[in-house]
DNA sequence: CAACAAGATAAATCAGACTAATTGTGACCC
DNA sequence: GGGTCACAATTAGTCTGATTTATCTTGTTG
C-alpha cells in the first residue's frame, strides 16, 4: 500500500475531508452557503474543529466565509488545485477522469523539462537508482505484478523530479505519484504494462546518465503520450 | 498596481503572514519548534486565532504540530511550494532570487505546452485578446513605460495559458503573474524592454490564431530562454 | 537492565460569552 | 413613489477558561 490516504490525525481534519470531498464532488455547488452552527450540529463537534476546517478550507480557495452571510462555496476556478488534498479528493471522486486527464497535460509540460535538467545534473547515484527502477519495470511489468511495477515506477519518476534540483519540480513528485497510484488502482492501465513503454524508460535513464538532455527529453515525452494514449483507450472501454 | 497584497482580513490573516514570512525568510529555521501559548502572547491574540494560524500553516507543509512537543517548522521539502502565498512570500524576502530561477525552469516547462494547446482550442475573443495585448507591448515598450509594459505582458500570458483549456495550467496563470511583477518591481528587467521578445510574443499570439501548435509552442519557448538570460545578466550585473 | 508505572507537558477539544461587521428592513422625508 | 437613513437581526470573529487526550520523561521495581 503506498501511502494513500494520511493518518485522521484529529477530528478536525475528518470534518475537513468530508466537506472537501463533498464540495469536489458538486454536492455542495457554488454559491451554496453554509453556516458554523450547521457544520457544528451536522458532524456533532465543536466550534473550534468546525472553525479550524473552514479555515484550512478557505485557505484552499474551496470557500469564503463572510460576516452575517456565512460560509459561501467557491466556484472551481478560485480553487488551489495544486493542493495535493484537491488532487485526491478529485481522483477519489466523481471527477476522476477531468483531473487526470488534466494532469496529462500538465505532465506533458513539465516531465520533459526535469528529464532534460537531470541529464545535466543527476548525481551518479541517481542514476544508479533510475538503472535499479527500470530493472524493476522490467521485472514485475513481465510478470504482471501490478502493484510492484507501480511501485517501481514511482520511485523512477519521482527520482528524475528530483534529479532536475528544481524544488518546484520536485514538489510535483507528489502529484506524479497519485496519478500513477489513481491510474492503476481504478484500473486504468492495461492488465500487463506496454514493453514500449518500459523501453522508453531505459532510455531516459541512459540519456540522464550519459549527459544527453535532448534524447531524455524526447523520450519523456513519448512516454507521456503513450501513458495519455493508453489511458484513453481505457476510457473508451468502459 | 496590480494586485499585490491581499487585505489583510481579519488578525487570523495577520498572525499567518507574520508566521508564514518568518519561516521562508529563514529566521524561524526548520527544526524549531513553537508552543501556542508563546505565538498568543507574542502576537497578543487569543488562542482560537493563533490555531487557525497554525492550522493553515500546517495544511501547506510549513509546521507540524504534535502533541507534547509544541509546533515545529518544517524543512523545505515539505512545503506546498504550489501555494500563492508561499510564493508571494518568498518573493518579498531573501529567497526571491531562487524563487525566480526555480520558477523560470518551472515556466519553461508549462508555457510552451500551453501555447501549443492553446493553438487548438483558444476561441476567437481569446485571439482578439491576445494580439491586443501584443500591441500594447510595442507601444508601450517603444515609450519605455515599464508598468504599463507589464500589464500588457500580463494579459498576454494570463490569456494563453486561460486558453489553454486546461484549468491547471490556468492555475498557473497566478504564478506566472507573480514573476513577470517581481521581475519588474525588483529591476530584473532591462530598461527597455528587448524588441525580439516582442516580436517572440507576436509570433505566438499569431501561430495561436493560424492553429499552428509547433510554432506556437517553439517560439513560446524562446520567449522563456530570452527572459531567463535578461534575468541572470540582470542578477550578474548586482 | 528491562519493563512498567506515574507524572508532566502541550496540543486537541469543548462550552459559552461577547464583539464587530454587514445586510435587510422599515420608517421617514422629499 | 422613490431615495435616504437609522435600527435590528444575523453570522463570522475573537476571547476566555476548563477539560481531555496523546506523548515524552523520569523513576521505580523486578
Redesign the pocket.
Known amino acids: 500500500m503506498s501511502a494513500s490516504s494520511d493518518r485522521p490525525?484529529?477530528?478536525?481534519?475528518s470534518v475537513l475531508d468530508a466537506l472537501g470531498s463533498r464540495i469536489v464532488a458538486g454536492e455542495l455547488a457554488p454559491g451554496q452557503v453554509?453556516?458554523?452552527?450547521r457544520v457544528d450540529t451536522e458532524y456533532?463537534?465543536?466550534?473550534?474543529?468546525s472553525?479550524?476546517a473552514?479555515?484550512v478550507l478557505e485557505s484552499m480557495g474551496l470557500v469564503a466565509?463572510?460576516?452575517?452571510?456565512?460560509?459561501t462555496v467557491q466556484p472551481r476556478e478560485t480553487w488551489n488545485v495544486f493542493d495535493p488534498r484537491v488532487i485526491r479528493w478529485r481522483l477519489d471522486g466523481a471527477d476522476r477522469s477531468n483531473q487526470l486527464l488534466s494532469l496529462s497535460e500538465l505532465r506533458m509540460g513539465f516531465e520533459p523539462v526535469a528529464a532534460a535538467l537531470a541529464a545535466q545534473r543527476a548525481t551518479p547515484e541517481q542514476c544508479g537508482v533510475l538503472a535499479a527502477a527500470v530493472s524493476d519495470m522490467v521485472v514485475h511489468g513481465t510478470s504482471g505484478d501490478l502493484e510492484s511495477y507501480l511501485d517501481a515506477d514511482t520511485v523512477f519518476h519521482r527520482t528524475l523530479l528530483e534529479a532536475s534540483g528544481n524544488e518546484m519540480l520536485r514538489a510535483l513528485g507528489g502529484v506524479v505519484e497519485e496519478v500513477l497510484a489513481g491510474r492503476t488502482h481504478h484500473h486504468l492501465m492495461p492488465s500487463s504494462p506496454n514493453p514500449d513503454a518500459i523501453a522508453l524508460h531505459e532510455t531516459v535513464a541512459r540519456a540522464v546518465r550519459l549527459r544527453d538532455p535532448a534524447t531524455a527529453r524526447d523520450a519523456m515525452r513519448r512516454i507521456i503520450d503513450e501513458a495519455a494514449d493508453a489511458m484513453r483507450e481505457q476510457f473508451a472501454e468502459e
Not at 490525525?9 to 481534519?13: K, P, Q
Not at 456533532?44 to 474543529?49: I, L
Open positions: 490525525r484529529g477530528l478536525h481534519s453554509l453556516t458554523l452552527d456533532g463537534v465543536s466550534r473550534s474543529v472553525r479550524e473552514i479555515r466565509a463572510r460576516r452575517r452571510v456565512g460560509v
